[in-house]
């Protein structure tokens, strides 16, 4: 039997107080007022002033990575001293050169201080021709963020994002079944949304722990492609841990 659909379902409802909630909270970032509510009167948004000042405090410049030896006191073992100095300049070249790595830290920042949820993903490229092998990092919405209902990060099993591709990319990758007309990205009651997934396919890309294997799926939970683990990480997720605002200890929600 095919768990996904259900499991979509209960995502669904585990965020459908939250993600109305956070669609007014952006609207007030946004300062999308009512023209009739605002008409004649002068206003400033002191939501956008307080965010940007704070986003600026916590996240201004790349971080510095630091990869020290954890037993100090052996002064003397050049072995570990150079592997933490080898290892330290991988991860400074790692975080200088990932593509977009500034501008998605920037907007998990920003997700994380004004809907209350900010994610990132890591992709490993391996080479191909020319191209030598290297990481990006994508800028995850954090509405198109999926991940199995839990009280705490450390609970979940399976965590994926939404793709939008175009319906050749859908069909060269994923095969015919992608590009049903209910799986079309359009979207309802935002035209913002609207425009950005006009004439694209929406995929789910999930990563499934438990099996430790990864799933492209239609909205609905068609499974599309099954592969492995490509990357064997530890904690098997591309993604860190959500910036979460305020996460109550029944929920792991803002």
Not at 223 to 244: A, G, M, Q
Request: charged share 25%; hydrophobic share 35%; glycine share 4%.
């Amino acid at each position: 039997d095919n768990p996904w659909p259900a499991r979509l379902e209960s995502f669904k409802k585990f965020v459908e107080k939250f993600h109305p909630q956070s669609c007014k909270i952006e609207q007030r970032y946004e300062d999308n007022r009512d023209d009739e509510q605002s008409a004649g009167i002068k206003k400033v948004n002191v939501f956008y002033s307080n965010v940007t000042i704070i986003k600026e405090s916590l996240y201004n410049s790349l971080p510095k990575p630091t990869a020290t030896r954890v037993h100090k006191g052996e002064w003397d073992n050049d072995v570990a001293r150079v592997a933490a100095t080898i290892v330290e300049r991988a991860l400074t070249y790692e975080v200088a050169n990932a593509p977009d790595f500034d501008a998605a830290i920037k907007s998990a920042i920003v997700d994380r201080l004004v809907p209350g949820m900010g994610t990132v993903w890591i992709n490993f490229n391996p080479a191909d021709g020319d191209q030598t092998e290297h990481l990006t990092v994508d800028t995850v919405y954090w509405k198109d963020f999926i991940y199995e209902p839990q009280r705490t990060w450390e609970l979940v099993t399976w965590a994926g994002r939404k793709l939008y591709v175009t319906p050749e990319v859908a069909k060269q990758k994923y095969g015919e079944n992608a590009v049903p007309s209910e799986n079309s990205g359009k979207m309802a009651g935002d035209t913002v949304e609207s425009a950005i997934a006009d004439g694209k396919i929406c995929i789910i890309q999930m990563w499934d722990k438990t099996t430790r294997k990864i799933i492209h799926m239609t909205t609905s939970g068609t499974v599309l492609t099954t592969t492995d683990d490509p990357l064997k990480l530890k904690k098997f997720f591309p993604c860190p841990k959500p910036l979460i605002a305020s996460p109550p200890t029944r929920k792991f929600l803002p």
